[in-house]
């Protein structure tokens, strides 16, 4: 059983990460940014709060994650282990998250950082087009990452959509915030010995044979 974190800044690469490894290692996938999407689908008393924080490119408060994440980990598909993709993104998060790993008699194994770029993250976002449905990921400001019919997705055919919060001016204020809030969280997890650090410039495929190599390892 694994459990893991990937830890990178905006469309570093983390969704198409966590498929790779939900492929090979069966391996829930919890992305946050898609269960806040998800939750939206619903009005609630929070929601408005919740799309404003997004849309904006700030962090949703603490506690709502916080209570979002303790009820995703206690699904039955976590239990063989999980990939936490956009969480924690706080010190606070990471905190809690160790507190209710322990409750549960679980623990984090590998924290994944995913190193790249401010000027190839800020090309990849304004490209970015994903799967309301199935969650796939295309760009079509990158060659071989446009679906083969352009608008639409190659796994299940329903159309594709720009992120709201994928414009250049978003993006500054969620690649700011990533970087005023990741430090504390790295220093963290190195003192939990659970820290790797992957300098991700290569293809998504170089990526993951480098995260591959440290889970053959370890
Ligand atoms: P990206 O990794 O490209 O920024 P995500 O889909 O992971 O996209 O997140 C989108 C937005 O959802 C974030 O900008 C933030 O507003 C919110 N969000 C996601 N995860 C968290 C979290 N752990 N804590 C606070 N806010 C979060």
């Not at 570093?12 to 689908?41: C, F, N």
């Not at 679980?106 to 401010?118: M, T």
């Not at 990158?142 to 994928?166: A, F, W, Y």
Request: glycine share 4%.
């Amino acid at each position: 059983m694994k459990n893991i974190i990937l830890l990178a800044p905006p469309v570093a690469g983390k969704g198409t990460q966590s498929k790779l490894l939900v492929e090979k290692y069966g391996l829930a996938h919890i992305s946050t940014g898609d269960l806040l999407r998800d939750s939206l689908k619903e009005e609630t008393d929070i929601s408005q709060k919740i799309k404003d924080s997004m849309n904006s490119g700030r962090l949703v408060d603490d506690e709502i994650m916080i209570e979002l994440i303790k009820e995703r980990l206690s699904k039955p598909d976590c239990m063989d282990g999980c990939i936490l993709d956009g969480y924690p993104r706080t010190l606070k998060q990471a905190i809690s998250l160790d507190q209710l790993f322990a409750s549960l008699n679980r623990k984090i194994d590998y924290v994944f950082y995913l190193d790249v770029d401010k000027e190839i993250l800020r090309k990849r976002v304004l490209g970015r087009l994903t799967c309301p449905n199935c969650k796939s990921i295309y760009n079509d400001q990158i060659e071989n990452m446009n679906s083969s019919n352009p608008g639409i997705c190659d796994k299940c055919n329903h159309t594709l959509i720009k992120r709201q919060d994928d414009t250049e001016e978003v993006f500054s204020v969620r690649y700011n915030t990533y970087i005023n809030e990741v430090e504390p969280i790295i220093v963290y997890y190195k003192e939990h010995k659970v820290f790797y650090d992957i300098k991700s410039f290569g293809s998504a495929e170089d990526v993951f044979s480098k995260i591959e190599e440290i889970l053959s390892f370890n």
